[in-house]
């Protein structure tokens, strides 16, 4: 647990809540659940005297209420001795830290901590918490060899991009700014730091890698496109969403001037898997790696170590249950995922409303998400493929007719041309413009009292 001092309040002001931070603007006795919750998790603080959305409102940290904070967490069962509770300015902080006997409970029974909310556990969650309290996550483990000079500062600046957050990192602030986020404690980065900012992660985790690939038909005889990214995760992300960019049909539409591009399978949904594959793979697997498959028919996302300990096929989409919840709260931070467990539902509603069929999710040692592609648009596609050869054929011929009237007259304004054509004066220097991009064409002189020059 990191201490808390005025740069540190800062930079959690700045980054918001998560995993490990809590924003509460007043102090109520009912604290009490979210100290049981970062304790069921990794730890964490509660800052009082700030709203939702980071702003500081003040709240006075007087001795009486240092005491009852204190009592509220002895009251806990197993007691939990709390790491401090300081005054930074107008504000409190409680340190709380990472349970070891866990599950927790207060009096209003037991919580854990899903993302940046408070949640009340169910008999199934606490039973699976019992199982699981001896076992260290792999996301959590120190990553062996691995120091800060092996990580990116260019990744870590653009996840904090990607927050929104104005921090400036360098190599000095490093490790405070790494303590914030969860993946950097007493000197060590945990494998979900190098999951995400190591510049070489196949370094440390070998087979952290998504295999991307595209076949010709249903199965996987053919194949006619392959990439192997080795990285960290949310390059993984974009290389893949590229990936299939490339290879899946899209129709365009105009709206008020503005082109949208429709791909066959809505990207959200897309998007949503992979972030699912990404975030819930078992890391621990060795040998294993997440596919991306494009077949003609549909696109299979699998990643390997099937559903999580402690959620049913049964309820499958109904509760979330998170395997790797550092990693998870890092992509919630970025608002790359759901934050209420909400994306199965999402992707089945998504399909629906593009009229495809309905999404299939199968889980044994893997876990694969199967979206059928629609066959109208593969039609669409050659048709407007078809189109496109048909505009290009007469841009082609419209401008060997601009280079022909060129060698007849070099002097020839843009106007005639136009007249001549029967065009527009705009569509004749952007014709032009074209020829003088291929090389084809070259003007010599100025605007007036100069001539063109056919290459």
Known sequence: ???????????????????????????????????????????????LGVDDDGHVVGEKLTNRMKAEIIDLARNCEP???LSGISRIG??????????????????????????AVTQKMTQKEVRTIFRESTDVLFEDLSCPKIVLEDLSLKKVRIFFKELGASVKVSQTNLPSV????GVYREKEINNAGALMFANNVGQFIPHCESILAAFKGKDKTYIYDRKDVRDDLLTQLNEAMAFLKKHLNVRSEIHELDRHDIY????????????????????????????????????????????????????????????NLIVADLFHRMDKMERVGSGIGRMRSLMKKAHLKKPVFESDTFFRALFYRNPEYALKA????????????TR???REKILNLIRENPEIATEEMASTLGLSR???????????????????????????EVE
């Not at 697997?285 to 494009?294: A, F, K, L, Q, Y």
Request: with cysteine; net charge neutral; hydrophobic share 35%.
């Open 382 to 393: 050659v048709d407007d493929k078809n189109d496109q050869k048909t505009r290009e054929k």
């Open 178 to 181: 790494l303590a914030s986020i």
């Open 426 to 452: 705009k569509g004749i220097e952007w014709q032009i413009s074209k020829l003088k991009e291929s090389g084809l064409l070259k003007r010599v002189g100025p605007d007036r009292g100069g001539h063109w």
């Open 264 to 323: 066959e399978i809505p990207l959200d949904v897309l998007r949503e898997a992979l972030v699912n594959a990404l975030v819930h793979r078992d890391y621990s697997i060795r040998g294993t790696n997440i596919s991306v498959n494009i077949f003609d028919d549909r696109v299979e996302i699998v990643n390997p170590g099937g559903l999580p300990s402690g959620l049913s096929k049964e309820n499958f989409g109904k509760e979330s249950v998170r395997r």
């Open 90 to 115: 107008d504000v409190a902080a409680i340190e709380v830290p990472q349970g070891r006997e866990k599950p927790y409970s207060c009096s209003s029974g037991y919580f854990r901590r899903l993302d």
């Open 79 to 81: 007691h939990i001795a």
């Open 396 to 398: 082609e011929k419209t």
């Open 1 to 47: 647990m990191m201490s808390i001092d005025s740069t540190q309040l800062k930079l959690l002001l700045t980054e918001g809540e998560g995993l490990s931070v809590e924003f509460k603007e007043k102090y109520t006795p009912k604290i009490d659940r979210d100290i049981v919750a970062l304790a069921n998790a990794r730890g964490g603080v509660i800052l």
